[in-house]
């Protein structure tokens, strides 16, 4: 079925029933009694009630990115913190796992010494352990992810436990998630451009799930539903998200580089005279010589310097 959906959309029809095609979803209900519209939250994106998604409804590749920039305006420590703590704890759990695994496959074949076909084995096997162990854990916090935003575009303002209220979702997500890479895996082999339909079909498989609170099966088929027709629209949306990203990348960097790639300070330039007047009569008073040993560990720069004031303190004597 799935290919044949495939084939439909590579084609640019819409998956049906023989062709027949199928009503739109019925709309969702109103709120249950008792809840109010949320106070001082974020406007929800425009033509979507509640934010939630709205099927066969056109949407532009910026519109998404205008949303983010419109709620960072609006509070942006507020939803940056709990986002770049959550990143940078499962980033930190997720390089530990896989450097660790590789660590150990090191010490193993150290200790062992096997043969050249086993020690690719043991690599593969203690990588494979290391990238699943990171998966485990990772999914966990993408769940916590998608609570929080999915509360943003609602029009809610989610506290910072938010993004830790991701277990309930950590099963199917999980699910969904091996499911989808394998899919995504075969569709690469095969040919690229239906791994490439593969990965915008369920491009949303992850907040459909959390949002509907549905199985891994219901969500990657629901995702499917959803990006019928709106998958170039995906693809252009992933491409201006990757490129703002590398912009952020190298304009966060881009002061480091500069200073680390800037020329060291000559030592040879001479000082000009009021600060060798200066400098030689602070070394008079102190008695301070240049350590002999001072061009050893990293040191020749400032050993070089302490001999030019040396000579200018001799020469003003």
Excluded at 10 to 30: I, L, T
Excluded at 277 to 295: M, N
């Amino acid at each position: 079925m799935l290919l044949r959906e495939m084939r439909s959309e590579m084609s640019g029809g819409v998956p049906g029933n023989g062709g027949s095609g199928h009503g739109p979803p019925g709309g969702f209900g109103g709120p249950p009694g008792g809840f109010g519209p949320p106070q001082g939250g974020f406007s929800p994106p425009a033509g979507v009630p509640g934010g939630r998604p709205a099927g066969s409804r056109a949407f532009t590749a910026s519109e998404p990115l205008q949303f983010v920039v419109t709620c960072l305006s609006t509070d942006f420590v507020a939803l940056i913190l709990p986002l770049f703590v959550v990143g940078l704890i499962s980033g930190a759990i997720s390089q530990g796992a896989t450097q660790g695994a590789r660590a150990i496959a090191a010490i193993v074949v150290q200790q062992v010494k096997p043969s050249p076909e086993l020690i690719q084995l043991i690599n593969v096997a203690l990588t494979g352990s290391g990238s699943l162990l990171a998966t485990l854990i990772t999914t966990f916090f993408n769940a916590g992810v998608m609570v929080f935003s999915l509360k943003v575009v609602r029009g809610e303002r989610p506290g910072f436990g938010a993004v830790f209220a991701g277990l309930p979702y950590y099963l199917p997500l999980l699910i969904a998630s091996f499911l989808s890479k394998l899919l995504i895996g075969a569709g690469l082999l095969l040919c690229i451009v239906p791994g490439i339909i593969l990965i915008l079909g369920f491009f949303v498989a992850g907040p459909v799930i959390v949002d509907r609170q549905l199985g891994p099966f219901e969500g990657l088929k629901e995702s499917w539903r959803l990006t019928t027709g709106h998958k170039v629209d995906l693809l252009v949306f992933g491409v201006l998200t990757g490129l703002l990203i590398i912009v952020g990348f190298l304009l966060c960097c881009l002061p480091g580089i500069v200073v680390a790639t800037a020329p060291a300070p000559d030592a040879s330039v001479p000082l000009p005279a009021p600060q060798r007047r200066g400098a030689a009569r602070r070394l008079r008073l102190s008695g301070t010589r240049p350590r002999a040993g001072a061009a050893r560990g990293g040191h020749a720069l400032r050993a070089r310097r302490w001999a030019a004031l040396a000579g200018s303190a001799a020469g003003a004597g």
